[in-house]
């Protein structure tokens, strides 16, 4: 369930209070006061056994005593009494709750616990059968000032503003509100979720996201419960508006019970992570920083890199936010001759003649004018932070309004401020607020907000970035799969490495060859065939880490070596692992690639966001050097190369002093051969290639490991991103013959789409997208191209000999997007005009209806210009029922009952 019935809940229009109370200073005496004395407009009704009124109000001894049905009900009964309060409001239509009421299994003992949960399971069911929305329970409440609603025990009732605040935690809602009020921040929406037992970040993000009266999201969240849905939502908001999130718990103790490197180093936050990032959301680390990105990010400043100019009244100041910047990673910008010429001809001689522009400390408001002018103007920043420190000789008020006139002619130029101290300060940062200006109390405030700005377009544009067709590849799925069943069939839960590096090579991952020896002789056997040095490991299923006790021995030169090596192996670890099953050796030329750099990639099974992906500094060292980042599949070659720049290693691959750049390219193929290993092999649990050794000439596998495991879910529904559906690829016929392709979108497909629109008239251009245009921009392109697979589908035609995505013509394409609840799906076609009158179109609606009837979708609609003949002869055909539109009597509603078709359609 996502969005169904939440207006009810956000929006209502009549309340009822289950739970109020006379006693002064109680729970339920604090609910009563603040909705009904909160300004609703709209039906307030109480209900109480005993209680003749409460705050005024007369009050109603139960539920079925009501006069009207309530849109939405507040509880705070007792926990054994809540399920049967909801049954009762659901059977009289009541659409949604916020159920107050802890003891839902929360905390306690074991047998406490069990009892919780019993009752939640008994309030769910109590809901579900009416659809019955529930906000909580063990909740703080909600509050949307903007209707004057406050169904919550805080202790004050926020302003209406823009900003939507979701948290888990009640404390952290009320300390919120607390914090807000003195900062002048307003709230469209205020949501304690409590213990989830219904409504989930993910149905609050979905909400949020088409909400006009918010412009940011702001999250706080101790877990999520359906990553794919939590995915989904929040790639959606952030598209829409600025998403900003805290999570807490960057512990990672469970990681350390990992078996592999890449189990220890996927700790649960660090999996996060890579899912805000994935979702284009910005993560902060505290309370002020929320506030403070919230501010930035709302002022709609928009930059186009990391390059900041400083101008301040003290150098102090301005070393002080140079050190801020570098250490966050930002740039101080290189200003242009022609601008330290202006500011020489209206600055002091002794000014600072660089960046950070220091201005001296008797700087007026005429001098910060005359200084700021030039530095707007500059080409080489993206931002400029302006500066100011208190002096008996300067007014700050007045130089905080030349800072606010200077901008009012240049007022698509980021700035930033920072007016340090107390009184003065404050009425300065009064007036930057009046103006939507932002700032901050210190100068690395004020950098951090910078960065807020850096990071915040770096996950945007990630979530439009046209990304490279990757290197085509064959994959051998059936004999990966086929090593993997025949080692879970022998009852074991690690493949041996021979085994795995046979995986990695069925998916064309370049790896050293290796022999496998049962015994000391085959070992010495398996050198001779070689003929080359050789490196010898043991095996056992019982030792992860082969180094940690002297399994790995190098640069081996003779069969004779081998010998005396193994037999000296076999003693050695039998002594320091005498528990240890030793079942033989890996006998494995020397790779020669010399200069390379030992890396580790893998991928593990996150129990919550399934198959992540892991790139980093490889080697013995690599739980200590901790230089790694995290991914979630399906990748694109543009994701793959962010993942790798998210790491120091990453500077030492594009070479340095005599070791050249490493190949790039391959290790990005590497990484997407990764993501198509981790969407198809359901069973493996945990994947290490270390080292992998990457230089100019390639990349090759030295050590493979790979535990497997019967996945907690089948196939793609593992995965916290739903993977192109492959299955839905087919093969169709036009009219006269000519073969087609018809398959998912891609990605990578963007600039082919935007031929097949471009290659288009433009009276067919007009009937698809109800508006003449002369270009499609890449903005647009990408959204069409660059889908949820969990809640959209587009569907494109091309020629079979026309190569790999990004590369195939596009004849026509079909879109399918549904409403989070999957009821009800709109549809767009579009065929490139050359090829009307050839069924393409028809064969592509067939498509998308068969794929929205599996699915499960119950209808179809879509808008069609009343003029547009051939898509509603094409419609009516499909079984479309018509209807004027509601708004536009040039637009005519098509629909398809997709619960009326039989199974041939």
């Known amino acids: 369930m996502s969005i169904r019935n939440l207006d009810a809940l956000l929006a209502p229009k009549s309340v009822a209070l289950i739970g109020g109370s006379r006693r002064e200073g109680s729970v339920g005496d604090v609910l009563a006061k603040n909705l009904l004395h909160g300004g609703f407009d709209g039906p307030i009704l109480a209900v109480h056994p005993t209680a003749t009124s409460l705050q005024s109000t007369l009050t109603y001894k139960s539920v079925a005593d009501l006069p009207l049905t309530p849109d939405l009900a507040v509880i705070a009964t007792p926990p054994d009494s809540v399920a049967e309060i909801v049954e009762q409001l659901g059977r009289r239509g009541t659409r949604a709750a916020v159920v107050i009421t802890a003891g839902f299994g929360e905390t306690g003992d074991a047998d406490g616990k069990k009892r919780g949960q019993e009752r939640k399971q008994a309030l769910l069911n109590a809901a579900k059968p009416n659809l019955l929305r529930l906000l909580g329970p063990n909740c703080v409440g909600l509050v949307v000032p903007p209707i004057g609603l406050n169904a919550s025990f805080a202790h004050l009732q926020p302003p209406a503003g823009d900003v939507a605040f979701v948290t888990q935690s009640g404390a952290v809602a009320t300390t919120v509100l607390d914090w807000a009020a003195h900062r002048g921040i307003g709230f469209s929406h205020v949501m304690s979720l409590g213990d989830m037992a219904d409504v989930d970040f993910g149905d609050a993000l979905d909400y949020l996201a088409v909400d006009g009266k918010t412009r940011s999201i702001l999250l706080y969240v101790e877990h999520i419960t359906d990553a794919r849905k939590f995915m989904s939502a929040g790639r959606a908001a952030a598209r829409a508006k600025p998403v900003i999130v805290i999570k807490t718990g960057r512990s990672e103790a469970a990681a350390r019970a990992a078996a592999s490197h890449t189990g220890a180093l996927s700790g649960v936050d660090a999996v996060y992570d890579a899912a805000f990032q994935r979702a284009g959301m910005l993560r902060v680390d505290n309370l ?14 928009r930059i186009a890199g990391d390059r900041l100019a400083i101008l301040t009244n003290g150098g102090g100041i301005g070393v002080l936010a140079t050190d801020s910047l570098v250490g966050a990673g930002g740039r101080l910008a290189e200003l242009s001759d022609d601008t330290l010429s202006a500011l020489n001809a209206v600055l002091p001689e002794t000014w600072s003649h660089g960046n950070p522009v220091d201005i001296i400390g008797d700087a007026d408001g005429a001098r910060y004018a005359a200084a700021l002018a030039p530095m707007l103007a500059d080409p080489g920043k993206d931002a400029v932070l302006v500066l100011n420190c208190p002096t008996a000789v300067a007014d700050p008020i007045e130089g905080a309004k030349a800072v606010v006139e200077t901008l009012a002619q240049r007022h698509r130029t980021p700035v930033l401020t920072s007016w340090l101290g107390e009184e003065a300060a404050a009425e300065a940062r009064a007036l930057f607020n009046s103006q939507r200006i932002p700032t901050y109390e210190t100068p690395g405030q004020a950098v951090r907000g910078f960065m807020h700005l850096v990071r915040y377009r770096r996950n945007q544009r990630q979530l439009l970035e046209t990304p490279e067709a990757a290197d085509a590849f064959s994959a051998d799925r059936a004999t990966a799969q086929s090593i993997i069943e025949a080692a879970m069939a022998d009852g074991r839960s690690q493949l041996t490495e021979p085994e795995a590096k046979q995986v990695l090579e069925a998916y064309q991952i370049p790896v050293v060859r290796t022999l496998t020896a049962s015994t000391v002789e085959e070992a010495v056997s398996a050198a001779a065939e070689l003929g080359t040095r050789v490196a010898l490991k043991i095996h056992s299923p019982d ?53 390379a750099h030992e890396l580790i990639m893998g991928l593990s099974d996150d129990p919550l966001f399934g198959p ?6 490889g080697g013995t060292a690599v739980e200590l050097l901790r230089d790694t980042a995290m991914a979630l599949p399906p990748l694109t070659l543009t994701l793959a190369n962010d993942l790798m720049a998210r790491t120091r290693v990453w500077q030492l691959l594009q070479g340095y002093r005599d070791r050249p750049r490493a190949d790039i390219d391959a290790l990005a193929n590497t990484l997407m051969k990764l993501s198509h290993m981790a969407i198809d092999l359901d069973h493996v649990a945990e994947l290490d290639i270390n080292p992998l050794l990457a230089s100019e000439r390639g990349v090759l596998a030295l050590d493979a490991r790979i535990a497997v495991k019967r996945p907690s879910a089948p196939g793609t529904k593992r995965l916290a991103i739903r993977p192109a559906p492959t299955e839905l690829k087919r093969t169709i016929r036009l009219n006269d013959g000519r073969p087609m392709i018809v398959r998912p979108i891609l990605p990578e497909d963007e600039p082919q789409l935007i031929e097949m629109i471009n290659r288009s008239t433009p009276s067919d251009i007009r009937l698809r997208f109800f508006t003449p245009m002369r270009s499609v921009s890449h903005e647009m392109a990408a959204r069409l191209s660059q889908i949820d697979y969990d809640r959209e589908m587009a569907l494109v035609a091309t020629h079979p000999d026309d190569g790999q995505a990004g590369d195939q013509i596009i004849h026509g394409v079909v879109h399918l997007a549904a409403d989070p609840d999957n009821e009800e799906a709109e549809y767009g076609v579009m065929v490139r005009s050359d090829l009307t009158g050839q069924g393409l179109g028809y064969q592509l609606m067939g498509a998308i209806v068969d794929h929205a009837k599996k699915r499960g979708l119950s209808r179809v609609v879509g808008d069609v210009l009343r003029e547009n003949a051939r898509m509603l002869q094409m419609a009516s055909e499909y079984g479309f029922t018509r209807r004027p539109h509601p708004d536009d009597d040039g637009i005519v509603r098509v629909t398809l009952d997709l619960t009326a078709l039989g199974d041939d359609r």
């Open 288 to 301: 002020t920083e929320l506030f403070d990105a919230t501010a930035t990010l709302s002022s709609n400043m």
């Open 543 to 595: 030792i992860s880490h082969k180094s940690d006790v002297g399994g790995v021995l190098l640069d081996l030169e003779t069969p004779e070596e081998v010998g005396v090596a193994a037999k000296a192996m076999l003693a050695r670890i039998g002594r320091i692992r005498p528990d240890a099953r030793l079942t033989g050796f890996a006998v494995q030329q020397m790779a020669e690639m010399p200069k």
């Open 612 to 617: 992540v992906l892991m790139f980093g500094q």
